[in-house]
């Protein structure tokens, strides 16, 4: 998909602001919670959310992104609109963004590799270098028969430990929470990579920072207005 477009009639920010909060995703039965609400009933952000989560727990807009390491769609959000949402949005506390795991492997073979990779190296704290690492160098690794050793090869430079990484990989430790998430997407009517829930909406397709300035700066000025 080369453009975002809204899904399901929502095709105004009005409507967004209207499904603030009113869509949740849930799989059943799931080994963590796959609601895609940043906060539990105590108001913390889950810990499934909290290892791939870029900025502010206080934020009043949250973006959760559905995503696959090997799409190109969402290597062209990456590498052209993230940095521009991220020093908007993100940096200056309007906004957070929680990365959702959406393998195709139908389409991308060598995706639940890098997802299971990506999620051991987010419980070492350092999932985002390995995102932004995945989607810089996808044509490296997209076409490899066996793209796990590719990975391994760049664990010492991504500051990940080897012997906890190793242990992760081997005893496939992350997968139910990628499952979880794949379920939760399908469950949600979410098929296509990549997918924005933003605040109850769906967007769908590689948006550019012009398609989310509108809705974000519209949900941000509500909600600061509100005192939500």
């Not at 929680?98 to 419980?123: G, K, Q, V």
């Not at 932004?132 to 028969?145: I, K, P, S, T, V």
Request: proline share 7%.
């Amino acid at each position: 998909m080369s453009g975002a477009k809204m899904a399901g009639g929502i095709v105004a920010v009005v409507a967004l602001l209207a499904l603030v909060l009113a869509t949740s995703f849930r799989s059943e039965p799931a080994p963590v919670p796959t609601d895609l609400q940043p906060e539990s009933q105590e108001g913390a952000v889950e810990p499934q959310f909290d290892i791939r989560m870029k900025g502010d727990l206080d934020a009043p807009i949250t973006i959760f992104e559905l995503s696959d390491f090997q799409c190109p769609w969402c290597q062209q959000f990456t590498l052209e609109t993230l940095p521009t949402l991220e020093a908007e949005y993100i940096v200056t506390g309007k906004a957070r963004l929680i990365f959702i795991n959406l393998p195709i492997p139908s389409l991308h073979p060598n995706a639940p590799a890098a997802h299971e990779f990506a999620m051991c190296a987010a419980s070492q704290g350092r999932f985002w270098p390995v995102h932004d690492m995945l989607f810089a160098q996808q044509q490296d690794w997209q076409g490899l028969r066996d793209p796990g050793v590719w990975f391994l090869q760049r664990a010492n430079s991504l500051g990940l430990e080897r012997g906890p990484l190793d242990a992760c990989l081997e005893q496939g430790a992350m997968r139910a929470l990628i499952m979880a998430d794949l379920n939760t997407a399908q469950r949600g009517g979410v098929n296509s990579t990549p997918t924005f829930v933003i605040e109850g909406g769906l967007l769908r397709g590689a948006a550019s920072i012009e398609d989310l300035r509108p809705i974000l700066d519209s949900i941000y000025t509500a909600k600061t207005q509100s005192g939500n």
